[in-house]
């Protein structure tokens, strides 16, 4: 299970795996799409052509789990559904090696206060 909450406002939707890795169906652009959750990174990150906004500079620079720094194309404002509820976030936008569309980093998490429950689902 994963849920977040916002004041008083509870929301709760129920986790997939993706090769042993939590993920979400969120709605992107119309389209659903699979959104991994990762609290090992500290960004979130799409990746290119999943979103259609407009594609600002990055203000970060990210590094992936080998150290490497990560090539990105820029940054996008996302708005995204998951379970009937809209959020709107910043997304760093790079190719990562995953077949998920975009990866919900602590960046979003902590700030949705977001908890993950694997005995749940």
């Not at 939707?13 to 169906?25: E, H, M």
């Not at 594609?55 to 992936?64: D, K, S």
């Amino acid at each position: 299970m994963y849920s977040t909450k916002d004041a008083v406002c509870y929301t709760e939707c129920q986790l997939d795996l993706l090769q042993g890795a939590p993920v979400v169906r969120a709605v992107i652009g119309g389209r659903f799409r699979t959104v991994l959750l990762d609290t090992g990174s500290s960004i979130s990150l799409i990746q290119p052509g999943v979103c259609c906004t407009e594609m600002n500079r990055a203000t970060v620079t990210p590094y992936g789990v080998t150290g490497e720094e990560l090539r990105v194309q820029g940054e996008q404002r996302v708005i995204f559904t998951i379970n009937g509820e809209t959020y709107t976030h910043d997304f760093c936008v790079c190719r990562v090696a995953t077949e998920a569309d975009a990866i919900l980093g602590t960046d979003f998490l902590l700030k949705m206060d977001a908890r993950l429950d694997f005995e749940i689902g």
